[in-house]
T-cell receptor, first 113, second 115 residues
Framework: DVKVTQSSRYLVKRTGEKVFLECVQD?????MFWYRQDPGLGLRLIYF???????EKGDIPEGYSVSREKKERFSLILESASTNQTSMYLC????????????FGQGTRLTVV | AQKVTQAQTEISVVEKEDVTLDCVYE???????LFWYKQPPSGELVFLIR??????QNEISGRYSWNFQKSTSSFNFTITASQVVDSAVYFC????????????FGTGTRLTIIP
């Protein structure tokens, strides 16, 4: 089975902190994604990566950056956390062909106080 | 731009009733891919089905069935004889053709099955 693992299930950080959310997948998938999920808004794409060292902005990249130094790992970085970044963050990965589904991690619920 | 609309925010049905979750999409791509995911209370999204735009055949998998109608840009999901374990949030999603890798989600429908 495909396994997408997010480093933390719950996180509490202070405003202004630099926050790292880590995601690792074990199936050699080329594509990886970071979404945030908020009530009434569904899932919104923050960033995605086609392959190592490649990244593209999604719909809501402001306040975030990403890093993909190795194929299996995709990190989401909040440079200076703010309270409006309190959310559920979901990582996903997919084989790099167009007709495949994405597999999701269990999510990280981040609270910024 | 592509868009997915799930107009039903919340649905409650009594166990064993049938229920249909609606999904309407917009895209300019002639080739595209539609998906349904289930998010149980544990939080992890579980893939249910993928449908290609060039394949309008409906699909049945046990108690689940999907009705894809290109003419109305809809990809509806029906659960027959619902069970309490079907309680979850269900998301419909759309992906475009090459060069349009983004997977766009609807806002989800929270389904509650009442025992």
């Amino acid at each position: 089975d495909v396994k997408v693992t997010q480093s933390s299930r719950y996180l509490v950080k202070r405003t202004g902190e630099k926050v790292f959310l880590e995601c690792v997948q074990d199936m050699d998938h080329e594509n990886m994604f970071w979404y945030r999920q908020d009530p009434g808004l569904g899932l919104r794409l923050i960033y995605f990566s086609y392959d190592v060292k490649m990244k593209e902005k999604g719909d809501i990249p402001e306040g975030y950056s990403v890093s993909r130094e190795k194929k299996e790992r995709f990190s989401l970085i909040l440079e200076s956390a703010s309270t409006n970044q309190t959310s559920m963050y979901l990582c996903a990965s997919r084989v790099g062909t167009i007709n495949t589904e994405a597999f999701f991690g269990q999510g990280t619920r981040l609270t910024v106080v | 731009a592509q868009k997915v609309t799930q107009a039903q925010t919340e649905i409650s049905v009594v166990e064993k009733e049938d229920v249909t979750l609606d999904c309407v999409y917009e895209t300019r791509d002639t080739t595209y891919y539609l998906f349904w995911y289930k998010q149980p209370p544990s939080g992890e999204l579980v893939f249910l089905i993928r449908r290609n735009s060039f394949d309008e055949q409906n699909e049945i998998s046990g108690r689940y069935s999907w009705n894809f109608q290109k003419s109305t840009s809809s990809f509806n999901f029906t659960i027959t004889a619902s069970q309490v374990v079907d309680s979850a949030v269900y998301f419909c999603a759309l992906r475009g053709d090459f060069g349009n890798e983004k997977l766009t989600f609807g806002t989800g429908t929270r389904l509650t099955i009442i025992p």
